[in-house]
Structures are given as C-alpha cells and as structure tokens.
C-alpha cells in the first residue's frame, strides 16, 4: 500500500523505512498514514527522509500530526506574505460553511486589495489532507485539523480576531452579495459576542425578512444569544414595527412569527391587530392574521373568540375564490374540535376534505390533511388506519421534497408504534429523525426528536436515560429560543422526579414551564396546575394541592377537553378525601358525574 502510492508519483521507499512505517504505533489509522505519505511524497531531498520519518512518527496522534505539519507549512510558505499559513487556516477555521478562494484572497490581502494568487497557489496545492472543496467553498477536512489549528495557533491568538474581520468583510459588501451578507455576518457578531451590531442588524425590517426567510433557527438563536448575554430584547427592538407595521408589512408577519415562538403573546396579539388596522394589508395576509389570532384564542381557553376570527378568515377564503385560505380554515376548526376531544364532528369533515384536495395543486395541505385525519384515528385507538394514513402523507413527503413536513410525520409515525408496544422499532425511527436534524442543522428538531426519545425512555422505566436526553433537549430548546417547546421537556424532567419521589424539585421546575405555559400555552398550563396538585399532595400540603387543582379545573372546563378534565376531577376528589373534606369531594363527584352526562349527551347528538 505504501509503495503502491508513493509509485503514483515515482518514489519508493527501502525497506527499512518501509518496516519503519508499518511498525509505526499510528499507522495503522488511514488518515494518519495517509497525511504521512503525503509529507513524504514532496520531500525534495532523499537525504532527509529517515529524519523526516522519525519526526513525523514521534506525533503522538492525528492532532499532533497536523501541528508539525502546520510548522512544516509555515517552514517552506512563509515568503512574501508573512503568517499566510495561520491566517489563512485561522480564517477557514472561522468561517460558517467555508469561504470561496476569492473570498480567502480577499481577507488575505492588505489595503483592499487581494492577495495576489501566485501566493496562494503553491500553498493550496500542497494542501489535499487539509482542505476541501465543498460546492465551490474551501473548508478544512476534518474536524482534527481544527483542534490542531487550536493548539497550535489558537491558544495565544484570539479566533475573535478573525469573526470580526469576516464580519466587517461581508458588510462590506452587502449590496453585491446580500445572501452571503444575512448568511454569514450575523453568526460572526454572535460568536465574536458583538451584541450592539448584531442587535441593529435585526432589528433592521428588511434584512430581518431575507434571514428569516433563509433560516427561521437561526434568527431565533440570535436572539436567543442576544437576551441571555445583554440587556436588549426583541421586545424594544420591534415596538416600532408592533405599533407601526405598515412600515414594513412583510418583515412584521416575520416578527410576528419570533414573537409567537418566543412566547411573547402579548405584544404578538398586539402586532396582528395592528396589522389588521393597517389600511394596504393585503386580503391574504389579513386572514393569516385572524388565523394567528383564532390560535391565540384557543390557546387561552377563548373557544368562542377563536372560531370568530376562524370565520373572519374564512369569509375571506370564500370571497377571495382562495381554496388552499378555505382548506386551512378548515383545517384550524377541525385541530379545535380535537383539541377539545369532538373527534366524530371532525373526522367526516376531514375525510371529505381529503377526497377534495389533490396533491398535485397542495401537496403539503394534502399531507397536513392526512396527518389530522390519522391523529384522529391514533386517539381512538384504530392505530391500523392511523399507520395507513401517516404513511400515505410521508410518500406525499418523499415525493414533493417536503422534509420539514416529513419530520412531523415521522413523530407521527414513532407514536404510533409506540402505541401499538413496537418501541424498538420507534426508538429508531426518532434516531434517525434526530441524526437527520443534526447533519442539517436543524436545532428544532433535533430538541423535538430528543424529547420523544427521552420520553420513550420514561414510559420504559429507564429514568436516568430519560432525563439525560430530556436535559439535552433542553439545552437546544433554550439555546435557540423555542420557550414553548421547553413546556413539554420541562414537564417530562419534572415527572420524572415525581417518580423519583424528589417532589420539591419536581415543583420547581412546574413553576418554571408555569410562567411561559400560562402567557401561551393554555392546556399545558392546566395539565402544570394538576401535576403541581398532585405534587403537593404527596408532600401532604393539602391547601396548595388543593389550589393548584382547582386551578387546572377551571382551566379544563373553559377548554372542554374531556380526558383532561376527568382526570383532573378524579385527582381532586382523592386529595379533597385525603384532607378529610368528604363533604366538597362529594359535591365535586356530583359535578363530574352531571360532565359525563353532558359528553354522553353530545356524542349522541
């Protein structure tokens, strides 16, 4: 093997060093004897071989290997240009995705003015085991090269250094290449820590709009980053556009969506009424802004005012001849009624809907359609339809590209064989979601898909397990900004201590997913105020279980969902027994019983 490559370039080597390098103790790893051979390979001095050898071999492993190569770099491309080598693998090491060459020239060169190619080229061309060409961008190979870079360069030489110089480069030229701009000059002012730039960039309307467009994660995780590490907020930031948004109306439909993700529910109802005030607001968007209000409705145990604004945009949909608009009016008024548990109003309305809709005019309604359609199945136990349903929206998927569509789906699909006791079969299913997520980048779902495994892993009585991955799911949710998705995970960590017996602890962390469920997530705020009742009754602090209990009640009658408001009442009625308060526990058994009767009665109508 050995020979065999150096022939392809006319040397060879005796048999000596040939046994020196079989024998030596990292050889035995390709990329290692690979990098070698390489060095050797352009040794110009067959006198300096056996030294070169014993050099390289003393590298204690693949890291130290690039360190004296990066030494052997500098050695022989040290000329005209003095710390081409660092710089030029300290700027690749900072860079996003990689740079283009003329981009590396550009911040290789002095005064404005590139660095002349006739430097660069004789270093690049001896740089195969390092870099890489990537779509047209040059990036390191492998991720032992950067800890090399960080060892050799890094440790007295500040990497901020270089996120500053690639920022201030692509502002530079943003008007000739505004992709490059949004893509990457935000994400070095976040990582070199330069909150006041980064802060002006956002708020800006019209570079927020091309962000959010190429990546919605990433602005979240700005902003994220900018709250935790300043004193700004997106809140300042966007009051302007809340109050004014005909300033820029496509950018405060944007905002909008950050405000709604981040839990800030207040000043987002507020930017959707302002819009609607706002005389151009075109008719389409009109009725997306009644929609995000219908949402926040019924996130607030407002049923009527939801369906209003459903129907508010529905007229739209119908004067506007706009049938995808009407689908997904449609479709909001059918989440409602299983939302609330009307599984029977719901299904034949969405069953005609999906003979209607043809996937060649909307294929992602289609789909949406289909997943309803097998969640209501799922919740009735017909998991065989469930599965058929599902799997006709995930072909829909594969063959229309809709891989953000997809990944739901294949939550979807998971739930169902957990359901039906196939839990080997969907822990591998959210594996493969979350290293699908994790190749792309996509920090939503890979929170997502940790939260279903760590609670895959609770259901099988592997607690540690559980709460290791629920803690990593955390750690993306929060550092990305999704506070409604931390609800959940927060709420599957504090069940485990429940079962732990740590009820203090688990209390803590119910007040904590209490504060952003009660401004947003209405049912999840309900299902906090039982499980904290349920916590304080173990502890048998009566009057606080109680409290919370009658809390999560009220909640559950307002939004009429069945399941949750049974359990809810069973949970009061031992606590209330507990207390020895037999005469309000009886009052509360007689109110339950009059709930199933009024349910029994409905689901005859």
């Known amino acids: 093997l050995i020979n065999n490559y150096l022939g392809n370039y006319g040397k060879s080597l005796d048999q000596y060093n040939l046994d020196k390098l079989s024998n030596g103790p990292n050889c035995s790893n390709p990329y290692f004897l690979l990098a070698l051979l390489e060095e050797l390979r352009i040794i110009g001095h067959y006198k300096l071989l056996d030294n070169t050898i014993d050099h390289y071999l ?40 990689g740079l283009t060459i003329s981009e590396l020239l550009d911040n290789l060169g002095e005064d404005d003015n590139p660095l002349p190619n006739a430097y660069w080229s004789p270093l690049h061309l001896v740089c195969d085991q390092t870099l890489v060409n990537q779509g047209g961008y040059l990036n390191l190979h492998h991720n032992f090269i950067k800890t090399a870079i960080e060892e050799k360069y890094l ?47 956002l708020r800006e309307p019209y570079s927020l709009y091309e962000m959010w467009m190429n990546s919605s994660t990433d602005v979240m995780k700005y902003w994220e980053s900018i709250e935790r590490h300043s004193i700004y907020d997106k809140r300042t930031a966007y009051q302007g556009i809340i109050e004014h948004p005909e300033i820029h109306l496509d950018s405060a439909m944007k905002i909008s969506f950050i405000l709604r993700d981040s839990g800030c529910m207040e000043e987002y109802e507020k930017l959707l009424r302002s819009m609607l005030d706002s005389p151009g607001l075109p008719k389409d968007k009109r009725a997306l802004c009644y929609i995000g209000l219908s949402g926040s409705m019924k996130n607030k145990g407002n049923v009527p005012e939801s369906i209003k604004y459903l129907d508010l945009a529905t007229e739209i949909a119908i004067e506007e001849d706009n049938h995808r608009l009407m689908a997904s009016c449609i479709l909001s008024k059918m989440n409602q009624a299983i939302a609330i548990g009307q599984l029977d109003v719901a299904l034949p309305i969405l069953l005609k809907l999906n003979k209607m809709t043809t996937v060649q005019e909307y294929p992602s309604l289609k789909v949406q359609i289909l997943s309803n359609i097998s969640e209501i199945y799922s919740i009735k136990g017909d998991y065989h339809q469930a599965s058929q349903y599902v799997e006709k929206a995930i072909e829909i998927t594969n063959l229309n590209n809709l891989t953000d569509l997809k990944q739901y789906l294949l939550l979807s699909r998971a739930n169902i064989l957990q359901k039906t006791g196939e839990e080997s079969r969907a822990y591998d299913v959210l594996d493969r979601i979350y290293k699908y997520a994790k190749e792309v980048n996509d920090q939503e779902f890979m929170a997502r898909a940790l939260l279903r495994m760590g609670q895959s892993k609770s259901s099988a009585g592997r607690y540690e397990e559980a709460e290791r ?29 429940c079962i732990q017996q740590k009820y203090r602890d688990a209390i803590d962390l119910y007040q904590r997913a209490l504060v952003v469920a009660e401004v947003s997530d209405f049912r999840n705020s309900g299902l906090i105020h039982t499980n904290l009742g349920i916590a304080y009754g173990h502890l048998k602090e009566w009057g606080k279980s109680i409290s919370e209990l009658k809390k999560a009640l009220d909640i559950h009658l307002k939004l009429g969902h069945f399941d949750d408001l049974m359990f809810n009442y069973e949970q009061l009625i031992i606590v209330l027994n507990s207390a020895g308060k037999e005469d309000e526990a009886l009052f509360y058994m007689i109110q339950r019983d009059h709930e199933i009767a009024k349910e029994t009665l409905r689901k005859k109508k």
């Open 58 to 97: 003393q590298a204690n492993d693949l890291v130290s290997l690039f360190v004296r190569i990066f030494d052997r770099l500098e050695m022989d491309y040290e000329g005209p240009r003095p710390h081409i080598v660092r710089d030029a693998f300290c700027l690749l090491y900072a860079s996003r995705r």
């Open 155 to 201: 440790i007295e030489y500040p990497i901020n250094k270089y996120h500053i110089k690639l920022a201030e480069y692509f502002s530079q030229r943003k008007t000739e290449n505004s992709r490059r701009y949004l893509e990457e000059t935000p994400w070095h002012l976040m990582i070199a820590e330069d909150w006041d730039s980064l802060y002006e960039l």
């Open 469 to 497: 991955l629920l803690i990593d799911a955390l750690t993306i949710a929060l550092d990305n900004g999704y506070h409604l998705l931390s609800i959940p995970i927060i709420m599957g960590i504090a069940n485990i201590l």
